[in-house]
């Protein structure tokens, strides 16, 4: 469609709320809009001037669609709807494929645990976030279980206790130390503390305290005065900004050509207590869309959101309805809240700032990396292999890439290994090697591009496995070992002669490989524990009369896990291709009887 063609078309829209949809000439969605009148909104990308940035999106605009809506606040859902469906090149992507972390709570588990989440399901789970970093999520669960002594495994009563236990990070539920009420309290507590509520932690703590003490249990009232002390110190480190009573988030946005950076500052209790940063490549700085997106999953929305744009009463009213009571928006003039705001803002821009520098440099290590090993060209691409097993049933390799300077944990891959009689690491290795590179010769997709480094966690031994392969489908890749020392750690490069490359000389090499060999190894054993357990789950089914192993699996590829299966009818059971009505039913009598027996 020509551009006369589209301005025909945007007269013939309505002054009325909506959603419209830009697409390219190849028919494909660049850009999802709300707007109050449809008309006005859509006619501006056809007339006047724009900066550069809107200006290359609104050149590539060869046809639109648009949805009339009964409201603004109907116009914004089904924008956000449409958003995450085709997920258009040119609107912030909150969610992509690499979604930001949340931290989850089941209270309907038999004992609740933290857990890290890339989704927020719409399920009856607590959760928490987003976050920005895995980075941070990790650090708060971690310190959330040791003040409160969660529990993080899937304790047995009677059995023997596990590390945390032995460390003063956990409870002691397996030991029968903690009864279900005394735990639940522990969780309550914690999602006091994660909500940012400390006054409140404390002072259950206290309670707790006072009563060990008067009970003469004063191991438990130590624990307990430790645990209030840890916390106070928590609290003493945050920063007091506002008054007690104040809850609210703060966002700030910076802009640099096609890069956006938005800052969000958390404040709980009148405590600074968060802040992250969130980086986009988008051609307009819509802090309005982001904030959209980062509340639509938000399990914690405040009284108060603070920013420099003023949001419509559309958004308004949605935020209210989500929060379930009045949600207060401040444009500052002056005062705290205008400081805040600008610290939001500087947070951002030195977020862009960074990401300049590290651009800039980008290329450099690649350069130093090539010079170190003596290569004879720079290499761009490296991909290190670990294989990792839980005996011959849950064996799985791991590959993870380093390309352009970066980790690209969108491209690593997993590589579930045959059944050994005998577990060998050597043909492990060669196993997945083959199949990596058989699938980079036929062009699969994910695979089709080729390392200029492999490396793989090992000696001469895995070397030799794979070295006839490495020289048949690329000649030109650089083959090295990692070798360990006594200690465990790296010690050295071995390359196919049999040669080492010492890394104890250079701090800089020796940390790039040994951080690659430790997310190798991160990488495949979270792999091999989700498999073994899996596989301890499908053997359960398989205990289930007219349930074998290719039933076992059926099921789990069908509802994915046990709780789902746990929770399925008879009808849907029955349903289900390649189950028997006996089968069936016996599956849902299995676990129903087991509910009951509980």
Known sequence: ???????????????????????????????????????????????GEHTPKVQRMADQIADFDYIVAPSETQALILENNLIKLHRPKYNILLKDDKSYPYLALDREAEWPTLMLCRKREKDKKVYFGPFASGRTVREIKRQTEQL??????????????????DLGHCCGVCRGDVTREQYAARVDGALSFLKGDYKRTLALLKEDMMRAAEHLEFEKAAALRDRIRSIEKLGDEQVMVLSPDIDEDIFG??????????????????????????????????????????????????????????PDEAF??????????KVTFIRPQRGEQLRLLGMAEKNAEEGLQLRRSLSQKAGRVSVALGEFLSLSHIPQRIEMYDISNFGEDAMVGGMIVWEKDALKKSQYRRFGIER???????????EVLSRRLKDYSTGKEGFEKAPDIILLDGGKGHISAVEDLIRTYLPHC????????GRHRTRALMTPAGEEIGLAASPVWFKFFSELQEEVHRYAISYMHRKKSKQMTARELTEIPG???????????HFKTISAIRQAGQQELLSLPGMSRSAALAVYAYFHHKEEEQ
């Open 420 to 430: 050994q009689m005998q577990i060998d690491d050597y043909a492990a290795t060669r």
């Open 1 to 47: 469609m020509s551009r006369k063609d589209c301005l025909a078309k945007v007269k013939q829209l309505p002054l009325a709320p909506g959603v419209y949809i830009m697409k390219d000439k190849e028919g494909k969605i660049i850009y999802v809009g709300k707007a109050k009148k449809l008309y006005n909104r859509v006619s501006s990308y056809f007339v």
């Open 253 to 310: 946005l910076a802009l640099y050509e096609d890069k956006q950076c938005v800052s969000v500052i958390q404040v709980r209790m009148g405590r600074l207590c968060r802040q992250d940063r969130f980086f986009f490549d988008t051609p307009e700085g819509d802090i309005l869309s982001f904030m959209q997106q980062y509340y639509e999953d938000a399990a914690d929305i405040p009284s108060r959101v603070v920013c420099a744009a003023s």
């Open 547 to 557: 349930v074998g192993p290719r039933r076992a699996k059926l099921l789990f590829d």
């Open 478 to 485: 650089a083959l090295y070992g990692l070798v360990k020392d």
């Open 148 to 165: 409160f002594g969660l529990v993080t495994c899937r304790p047995k009563t009677g059995t023997k206790p596990c590390l945390s236990y």
């Open 316 to 325: 308004g009213e949605w935020l209210t309805q989500k929060r379930g009571s």
